[in-house]
């Protein structure tokens, strides 16, 4: 009998307020940006910070851990800012 393949765990993380998963435990804001309309990859991304601790824009090749706490990571981004 064939062996079952090994179920690996799911990350769940949100930007914008859209559900994405991923089985990597630890991601960067690159991989964040590939998921997102080609439109607004250039767009600033924010971390929701928990409780009492402010929201933080977050950096290229900034590393993320998923796996941290009981509830999904949540992203926000944010056009760039135009005068005018």
Known sequence: ????????????????????????????????????PVEMRSYSLFSEGDGSNPDSMIWDNTKITLAEGNRPRRFYTSPPATQG
């Open 1 to 36: 009998m064939p062996a079952e393949p090994l179920s690996r765990p799911k990350f769940n993380y949100y930007v914008d307020g859209q559900l994405f998963e991923t089985e990597l435990p630890e991601i960067d804001t690159a991989l964040i940006r590939a998921k997102l």
